[in-house]
């Protein structure tokens, strides 16, 4: 019966109430994206990024703004980091780092990087097996794992 009743008030609730007590209770988290991009080589691009601790070099990627699809997020991302478009942009997985969600996709990219923000030291092609000191394992099982199933 107090579940009967619970369920009714909750449906008559504003959605603006409702909303603001779903984030009173729950923890509030971020959310970023991040993309293997390889091209016909069998490389994958790799960014020098200066916020990025150890070596600098991973997977390019950032995070999602409030309101944005995580696909035009991480198309914006490269966009603005690099400039260049992506083709055969794929869902790849969704993991969670306790208070973080990240989104992995895969595409082909779309021309040459040209170097668009003061954040981006550099960029280059790599096959998976000469990666650079550095990158983190995981960046390199994930790009692994896309050019196994890519090419």
């Given amino acids: ?15 603006v109430i409702r909303a603001r007590m779903i984030r009173l209770v729950h923890d509030r988290f971020t959310a970023s994206a991040v993309v293997v991009i390889f091209n016909e ?8 990024h200066l916020l990025r601790p150890a070596s600098g070099w991973g997977l390019p990627g950032g995070f ?13 991302e490269i966009h603005e980091e690099i400039t260049i478009d992506l083709d055969e942009l794929k869902l790849r997985r969704v993991r969670t780092f306790r ?4 989104i992995v ?3 082909r990219a779309l021309g040459e990087p040209v170097i668009a923000s003061r954040e ?5 092609w790599f096959k998976p097996a000469e990666m650079p000191q550095g990158v983190s394992l995981d960046h390199r099982r994930l790009a692994q794992e896309v050019l196994a199933d890519e090419i």
């Fill in 41 to 48: 080589l069998g490389e994958v691009l790799l960014l020098d």
């Fill in 64 to 76: 999602i703004n409030r309101g944005e699809s995580p696909e035009k997020a991480i198309r914006r």
């Fill in 99 to 102: 208070r973080h969600l990240e």
């Fill in 1 to 15: 019966m107090l579940r009967t009743l619970i369920g009714k008030a909750w449906r008559i609730t504003p959605t």
């Fill in 120 to 124: 981006i030291l550099g960029f280059e």
């Fill in 105 to 107: 996709f895969s595409a």
